[in-house]
């Protein structure tokens, strides 16, 4: 079964960058589509961005221009490039492949 872990999070002002990793284990990332979702306190778990096998990617609107998934296959690994970061933004980041879930790290946006 895969392992995912998700790594990266942490707290950033406003504007800034920030690049999740998920690494992968017990299987490879690069045949099997991967999501990005984030949970907000007091909101329902919604979904952020996807890249599937071919390499194709599609993006939740909110983030749109400001996030890229992308892959490195060699060391089974999708990333999240976060830019222009906005305190809305703050949430803990999941990633999700074949209903495996990693444990989240959390982003804070904020001053």
């Known amino acids: 079964q895969v392992q995912l872990v998700e790594s990266g999070g942490g707290l950033v002002q406003p504007g800034g960058s920030r690049r999740l990793s998920c690494a992968a284990s017990g299987s490879i990332l690069s045949i099997k589509p991967v999501y990005w979702y984030r949970e907000a306190p007091g909101k329902q778990r919604e979904w952020v961005a996807v890249i599937v096998g071919s390499g194709s990617t599609n993006y939740a609107a909110f983030v749109k221009g400001r996030f890229t998934i992308s892959r490195d296959s060699a060391k089974n690994t999708v990333y999240l490039q976060m830019n222009s970061l906005k305190p809305e933004d703050t949430a803990v980041y999941y990633c999700?492949?074949?209903?495996?879930w990693g444990q989240g790290t959390q982003v804070t946006v904020s001053s």
């Open positions: 999700t492949t074949q209903n495996q």
